[in-house]
């Protein structure tokens, strides 16, 4: 007998099923009775066709745990009218334990004009291999997340390193060239005086040769200290130089300013007391400090002003150290500001 239409359209229906791996199922709205089973769903994940027969009407028994609610809200939503289709994916439990995910697809039919259809068809199909790829990739992602943090570390770290003096952690000479050319392009832009001091621990030689080079460290990493406290957050710069030579840089500071800090300065080393051996002995310690200001228009960069201020530190040191010298660098006719310091030899303010 020759197949009818609806035999061969059913075929047909088969055949592309089969073909896109797609396992058909149907529910009855009214009687709640699965009218066709997702056999192949079951068969993949190992049970026999006993099994399927029990587990079809329980097959809310194999759903993931963490997966169960989505199920039902998305069966909840499309039953109301929430959403035009049923779509989801879950985790189903094999005969043997492991979790196989699936995506169902279906749609209410079989409806009337108003009148709400009374069958839920869908469709299940496997999508483990796709979520696999898709943990995987997330995993992959994460990993890189996580490098990526790692590495930004790093070069912060790297950075940190490269600008800064390992021994005191203050900017290092690089870094003071650098921020200091920048100080002096605001300076002439702005109108503003810069003044910058250099300090040199006195007589540091002998730290290193009666006490050692530890001991040498200490005393530079207590200067440094106190030149750290002194600077203005966002505005000064304070670098090691050098072995025992700092320099501070003043912005928007004119140099009777600039002297009063390194005098007080000054005298703030002289109050140290640093511990040097393991037996408690303590040395004073003592700085030179050579200043220079640059203003606009001065025809000076910054490089000469820290010239300058060198060449002050000399004379500071020639006239018995403990002492701080200054060179006004304005346009006009060198101006010399000399707060006197009376009675306190070797220490106090030399114009130079
Ligand atoms: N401990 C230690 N010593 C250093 C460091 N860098 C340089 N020095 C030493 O610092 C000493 C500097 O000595 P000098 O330049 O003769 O100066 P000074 O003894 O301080 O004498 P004046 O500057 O003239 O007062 C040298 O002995 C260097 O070896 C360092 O990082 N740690």
Redesign the pocket.
């Known amino acids: 007998m020759a197949m009818g239409e609806a035999d061969l359209n059913k075929e047909r229906l088969e055949l592309a099923l089969e073909a896109a791996g797609l396992d058909l199922w149907e529910n009855d709205l009214i009687t709640g009775n699965v009218t066709r089973k997702a056999t192949k769903t079951f068969e993949e994940l190992g049970f026999s066709e006993d099994e399927i027969v029990s587990g079809v009407q329980d097959i809310y028994g194999l759903f993931h745990p963490d997966d169960i609610d989505t199920v039902r809200k998305a069966v909840a939503d499309h039953l109301t009218g929430v959403t035009p289709q049923y779509r989801c994916e879950f985790r189903l439990r094999s005969k043997s334990g492991e979790w196989v995910w699936f995506a169902n697809y279906g749609r209410i039919m079989d409806g009337h004009g108003e009148t709400r259809g009374k069958r839920l068809i869908g469709v299940t199909f496997n999508i483990h291999d796709r979520k696999c790829r898709e943990t995987e990739i997330a995993q992959i992602n994460q990993q890189l997340t996580e490098q990526n943090r790692l590495l930004q570390q790093l070069n912060a770290s790297l950075e940190q390193l490269a600008a800064n003096d390992s ?1 005191t952690g203050l900017s290092n000479r690089r870094t003071l060239m650098e921020l200091g050319a920048k100080e002096y392009k605001r300076t002439e832009r702005f109108g503003h005086p810069l003044s910058l001091l250099v300090a ?7 730290v ?1 040769d009666l006490y050692g ?1 530890l001991a ?2 200490r005393v ?1 990493c207590a200067v440094a200290q106190v030149c750290a406290a002194r600077k203005r957050s966002g505005v000064d710069i304070v670098a090691r130089f050098g ?2 030579e700092f320099v501070i840089v003043l912005p928007e500071t004119d140099g009777p300013s600039a002297l009063q800090v390194a005098e007080s300065l000054r005298r703030e080393v002289e109050t140290l007391l640093v511990c040097v051996g393991d037996e408690g002995q303590e040395v004073a310690v003592t700085v030179s400090i050579g200043v220079a200001t640059l203003h606009k228009g001065s025809g000076m960069d910054f490089e000469e002003l820290v010239n300058r201020a060198d060449k002050a530190l000399y004379r500071a ?1 020639e006239s018995g ?1 403990n002492t701080v010298h200054c060179v006004d660098a304005h346009p006009a006719p060198a101006r010399v500001h000399v707060l006197p310091n009376p009675g306190e030899a070797p220490g106090g303010v030399v114009a130079a």
């Not at 040199?200 to 002998?206: A, N, Q, V």
Request: aromatic share 6%.
């Open positions: 021994l040199d621990i006195d007589l540091f030689k002998t290193n080079h040498g460290d530079i072995g025992e040191k150290r």
